[in-house]
């Protein structure tokens, strides 16, 4: 038998392993063999594999048997290879050790640097760099990083030794220390080290190495870590980690010694054009600490033009080697370029969409593998207008960016008073302790809003996701006065007039006019669009709730309506006759005030059909408790009814009887149609005259009626005859007959678990996934985020299902629901229309259950396009 | 192939059929076949079969071909049998007509009378009865019974016409008008049937009686027999109807003829003797009309003594034949006896029980066949107090029959005042327009609670019914006045020390001080309730969070707290300490006033675990938002500030900033502990230190810890550790160590979804289906209210299911969650702590679904206990 292989080495040309092998040796140690069995210069190492750390957890933290032996072997071949030796007076063999798991990980130990040093191998790194300073510098950095580490130190004991040596020698930055301070720093490092561990600091670097792995599969078992994994759904194996020890090499070694970072393209834009920064006479993290400032790469060309030469070249060979754009760390010693790290870089929405497209157009990828570069969440990037980088900023206060973009205007403080002024043609921001669903007018006018309370799914937050309009909600920093219209901020007033500018995309609140950057939807976007359409199998509908909104949707590609809420017509121009119908007495009163609405229903619907022509459009009935139609304070109760000519009394107690304590779970939804049939029927009647009057001029049209909050099967045949007898009566009326679906929301988990019996009756499904959400957690959106906030943070739940689908819980009513609806009707259409339609990993989740459609907010369908398609193209993997 | 039979003959000590031929010929039918194979004296006759009733519906109402010429012989037999003749002038036959399906159904149309009379065989009833006047009165009767229930003739007609004639002749009685008179009415009956319907009224007797057969097979197919069959479960093979054909005979044909009613026991007490009352000279109707006074069976013997003995001894027959107590219809004809139905009597729960165990002593019944015998609601009727049945009572007002039994007492409007009167020996009735935590005192110290509004699970219902105390909730009818500690009923103005009486049982509210009768647990229910727990395998625990209720429910069989509401201590004496602690800005403020609870929780569970030696006490940690510890109102605030010493500023504010808009799906249940840990590690420390104690003094003691409201394994894990952690903690400290579990409360639809995960650490689960028919349906039990009636009405549901468990939709939640659960933990412990536990339908499908034990109110321990052995013996049908 073989003796099993626990350490690969790299470096020189060939490698024990390659970039196939990132499970056992992790992300980084298997594209540092890759790197350099492609020739590419990399300081030679070895990499102590991850079915080590798995050895060690299995085996009670021993180490199996034969693994010394190949260090010591591997270290051997590392010193012979660099003409070095551990501790050694001339040329010591210096380490750097890190961690890397096949996934990328926070909370496991990172990097000690310089390992190998001790009072013996000082000497022979002053005698190579030739600086004595920088020798020691080093030296006390190695001590403070393995003390703090490896032996558990507190970080501050360190520092507060520095700061006392600071004091003593009268400067202020560490760069002002000069050797012989810093020499005196390691002694009393040590001595820190030996006072808080009782044990000397360790001066054999073969010791330094064991403790220093010790040290790195320890980490990997850390709370941080474990829960890390937990979070993020990282299997066991590959959360393990390698550890990786490499030579080091020094980029602070004179004028022809540097170390930058590099972008095979840009990661802003995606220009295929190489990008990158570095510091002459520098180590790698002088680039990133800011205190002097990196050069462009392309300077690099001017200073040492061979070496920029190979980087490119590099550069360009590691992105044609990996198939994707590459960000390199690099360090020049004394004129010789080596490369550290090689990784697939970050980018932007609007850099990863270009660099997918051209690279499919140089043939270095196909079109499927191009969709999946591009995470679908990103595109919001580049639909909303963004704040200028460049411009100068004061952030006022901060708040939840609840919906993305940024918008610039005056500020207002009543919806009547944007409709005005918006009216006139100014840009306006709506800013409101809260919204409710009577400033829809207001919010459409404004160009952003401004809430000072409720969280990412509030009104606020729900309406302007869905007209795609910037908004900034629960920014509790503001002290708003709504009745002497101004706010405050950082002690600052603003009153109506002022100018701000608000990014919803951070959720900052800025002062003044603000330069926005405006959306262009290159012909990049479009192409890659359209592949994911010719990809993805499920239909992609959109929530919308008006005419314009419709239309919106089109060009951003929805196939359809999946939730038109009828109620925000309510709200509009027939809010009064809304009203007479609550206050009516009988029914007969009632009926003569929907009459009142009708006309209004009618000529909505008239125009959503048009502008849907040849799609289908699913119109809720009626959702909201009566209450929210109605006004809440005396004044307001007074103000009304002399309006419309009631008494006060008898408007206050009818305010009073419609009182819920937990509105949520009241009587709305279907309850409302079921005991007051003339609402489903006037809805009904306006839905049909509409489509008739439509189709009559030749326009194709496909209601579907939604009968919304259905928990038993009976309230969904109520509601449906209601539905299909004044169908047939309006088709009568109009001699014409035209096709329809009566299907129901399926929002409680009464309806999913006995969806066979409900789909016997309805013709499709459509989740509404924040109330299902709401039901099966038992927590109401506006009051979660009391707690939620807490969950999240201490990681109770991953994620806030608000915003992502529990696929879990939620998701098995989903599939609860489909499957026993299929089973009595195998052809019910299936479909989603709450806010999670627009969520990527909510969007493959359906694919995954065969549904035929999602709907989303009308800015959220392209990104629920790409989504859909790599949700295919994940699935044939 | 034999002849399809149809028709079934009876009479004459031999028949066609037999009683367990119930589902062909209907329960009527199959009793008078028994009967008369009995050598019962029954008039002969015979059934149409419920076959035909089926052929009927499913050949578009065409009946099959034979049954003419089987009911023609059938009708010849009867003629010969009793020498009559269809419209006969000397002995015309006569027969009543009368629908009975398998089970007993409303809806359905009940007997027609005399049929067979036209103008020639009313000379013969003349002749035969010597009476014209009756014979003419049953002529009209009988025109107006056929017009309105076979020829669809309004009622009114037929009552206009005779209050048209009383006014000519100046009469006030019916039975003022005279022979002439009523036979005038004959005609002016006939002739208005022929203006409504266009046709003469059937002269011809065999046409009559297809007419009626038509109208009893087309009345089992009407909307109101349907819904009842949809309603109860009744399937449709059941709920078809067969047609009875019965020889008319007369109790009213002089001295020796009448008519009455029986039962073999008192059904009223189940005493073992003849009960009943009969009317001499009288049709069976007039019995029960209460014109005549009927008299008490016994004083038949004093009349006609033979006929008596053999009434007796027929019914003491029946009883042994059916092995039942039998409610009788019997008609004396010239001396003759005639049985005209028996079936099994109806009777009060203390019947039943008496009849149940009296039955076995006498070797009747065994004993399972006993505890079948008596419906498990009704033993309600037994455990609570009265109203004395014979006392002279006026209402004054009538609300929902939330919590059964009665009360007397004094009014108050407050829980401080009744808890001082209380204290001072008073008996009062907490009279409030609804009741809040706050009231717990007062509710507790009060005979009675009535509420202006709230339904039947309202706060005050629940705690009434957990208490076991007399409730009548949303009484609308009352117009509570608080602040001026009054209210007004009918009229009548009541205030603070007025007497008043509420009958819990019926919902009415009564005037003054009414007598009760207290229950007495006789003997005889004892031994029911120890042959139920010999059967019964399910444990039956209570709900209770008092050491009171725990000894009381102890009393009634309990073997264990399934539920108890540390919150119910919060509003205790604590309730200062908890307001602290909602105030406290940090934790230690926090903990330092929950060291303040601490005392006083740990000496309620020292009581609770000392009554509840050897049983298991499950303890719920803290669950309701904490704003319910909070006051609501202004003035309610700036008292509590001063009392407390804190700014009422900032009580406002921080009432405000609890304020909830669903608080049902807000920050409660586990989510407090998880915020803030030292609430859950606080009542840990109570419950462990309270245990030790117990356990010190030798007495065993079994404490299971439940975390509320739970969704996601993670939560559950958190509250988990806590409690553990603190165990451990105790267990040092005291050097003593019990056992005790850890589980969960299963009451979102989340937690039942992903049973499987929470189970791997939670070692019970129980469910709170009252939370879990909420999330469920979606529906808040306090604002379900304003549709469910409308609803359950309408039947829409069939039920209140916060009454009854809704076995399809939240049923099958429990069949998810305990299937998933047990999948992961073999020997989960399962049971259910919602108000259903106590409901015997639900217990029998917690039976069903393999469940450990059900809790509930103590005084529905009984109930639980009969249901679960009825549970048993069902199963093994």
């Keep these: 038998m073989p003796k099993p292989k626990y350490v690969y080495f790299f470096g020189g040309g060939e490698s024990d392993g390659d970039a196939t092998m990132r499970t056992l040796l992790g992300g980084k140690g298997a594209n540092l063999a890759e790197m350099s069995n492609l020739g590419v210069p990399v300081p030679p190492g070895f990499t102590i594999s991850t079915e080590v750390c798995k050895l060690y957890y299995e085996n009670d933290k021993q180490y199996p048997a034969g693994l010394d032996e190949q260090i010591d072997e591997n270290l051997g071949k590392l010193e012979a290879a660099l003409g070095a030796k551990f501790g050694d007076t001339e040329n010591p063999l210096l380490l750097s050790v890190r961690s890397g798991a096949a996934v990328s990980m926070p909370g496991m130990m990172d990097t000690i640097l310089n390992l190998g040093l001790n009072d013996n191998a000082i000497k022979g790194l002053i005698a190579r760099s030739g600086n004595e300073r920088f020798a020691y510098d080093s030296y006390r950095r190695f001590v403070q990083m393995f003390g703090n580490v490896v032996l558990n130190v507190d970080h ?38 030996k006072q808080r561990t009782g044990n000397d600091f360790p001066d054999n670097p073969r010791q330094q190495l064991d403790m220093a792995r010790d040290a790195v599969f320890e980490s990997s078992g850390n709370p941080r870590a474990i829960t890390y994994r937990r979070l993020n759904d990282i299997s066991e194996e590959m959360g393990r980690t390698a550890v990786n020890v490499q030579a080091m090499v020094f980029g602070n070694m004179g004028g022809t010694s540097g170390s930058g970072v590099a972008f095979t393209r840009n990661p802003s834009t995606g220009a295929n054009q190489f990008y990158g920064e570095f510091l002459i006479n520098a180590q790698g993290e002088d680039v990133v600490a800011g205190i002097r400032t990196p050069l462009p790469v392309i300077e690099l060309r001017n200073i040492l033009p061979d070496v920029y030469d190979d980087l490119v070249k590099i550069g360009s060979n590691l992105e044609t080697h990996y198939r994707d754009m590459q960000d390199v760390e690099f360090t020049i010693q004394d004129g010789t370029l080596y490369m550290l790290q090689t990784r697939n870089g970050k980018r932007t929405g609007q850099a990863a969409v270009r660099i997918a497209v051209e690279m499919v157009e140089e043939g270095l990828i196909d079109k499927e593998t191009a969709l999946t570069r591009v995470p679908a969440n990103d595109l919001d990037q580049l639909l909303h207008p963004s704040v200028d980088p460049d411009a100068q900023v004061e952030v006022i206060a901060q708040g939840l960016p609840a919906s993305p973009g940024a918008a610039v205007g005056k500020v207002v403080f009543t919806a009547l008073h944007a409709e005005e002024l918006a009216a006139a043609g100014e840009k306006v921001i709506l800013v409101r302790t809260e919204t409710s669903p009577e400033d ?3 919010m459409d006018a404004a160009e952003g809003i401004l809430t000072a309370r409720g969280g990412m799914t509030s009104h606020a937050a729900v309406v302007a996701r869905g007209m795609g309009k910037c908004c900034v909600a629960g920014c509790s920093a503001l002290f708003i006065n709504e009745e002497a219209l101004e706010f405050y901020a950082e002690g600052k007033r603003y009153t109506e007039g002022d100018f701000i500018t608000l990014n919803g995309s951070t959720g900052d609140v800025l002062d003044g006019q603000v330069s926005l950057i405006q959306p262009e939807l290159s012909g990049q976007f479009g192409t890659l669009m359209a592949w994911a359409d010719e990809v993805r199998s499920l239909n992609i509908r959109t929530n919308a709730d008006t005419p314009d909104d419709a239309k919106n949707a089109r060009q951003f590609g929805a196939e359809g309506i999946g939730l038109c809420r009828t109620e925000h017509m309510f709200f509009g121009t027939g809010i009064d006759a809304v009203r007479e119908m609550i206050l009516a007495d009988e029914t007969a009163e009632r009926e003569a005030a929907l009459t009142k609405l009708l006309p209004h229903q009618r000529s909505d619907f008239i125009r959503i059909f048009e502008a849907m022509a040849g799609y289908p459009v699913t119109i809720r009935t009626l959702d909201p408790p009566l209450h929210e139609f109605l006004p809440k304070n005396e004044a307001e109760i007074r103000e009304l009814a002399e309006r419309i000519g009631v008494e006060t009394q008898k408007l206050s107690e009818r305010v009073e009887e419609l009182h819920e304590f937990n509105p949520m779970l009241g009587h709305r939804g279907c309850r409302l149609g079921i005991v007051y049939p003339e609402i489903t029927e006037m809805q009904a009647r306006a839905i049909f005259e509409a489509a008739v009057d439509v189709a009559k001029r030749g326009i194709n049209v496909l209601p579907e009626i939604m009968i919304p909050l259905v928990g038993h099967i009976n309230e969904f045949s109520l509601q449906r005859k209601v539905v299909v007898d004044t169908a047939e009566t309006v088709f009568k009326e109009t001699n014409t007959r035209i096709e329809y679906l009566v299907g129901t929301m399926i929002e409680l988990p009464r309806a999913a678990l006995t969806a066979d ?11 509404g996934t924040n109330d299902l959400t709401q039901t099966t957690f038992g927590m109401s959106r506006d009051d979660a985020a009391k707690f939620l906030d807490d969950y999240v943070r201490n990681g109770v739940l991953e994620y806030d299902p608000f915003q992502i689908l ?11 629901g ?17 806010e999670h339609g627009g969520e990527p990993n909510s969007v493959k989740f359906c694919y995954g259950l065969g549904f035929n459609y999602v709907s989303c907010s009308p800015f959220r369908v392209p990104i629920a396009r790409l989504a859909a398609a790599q949700a295919v193209i994940e699935a044939e993997d």
């Design 156 to 193: 501050d004991e360190f520092e507060h030794l520095l700061e006392e040596k600071k004091k003593a020698k009268g400067v202020e930055l560490d760069t002002e220390l000069e050797a012989d301070d810093l020499e005196a720093l390691v002694n009393e490092f040590k001595n820190a080290v």
């Design 757 to 767: 019996k409900i789909a016997a009756e309805a013709e499709f499904f459509s989740y």
């Design 440 to 442: 829809i007018g207001g």
């Design 818 to 834: 489909s499957e026993k609806g299929r089973s009595a009707r195998p052809d019910l259409k299936v479909g989603i229309c709450g």
């Design 806 to 816: 529990d696929q879990e819980g939620v998701g098995s009513l989903l599939q609860i």
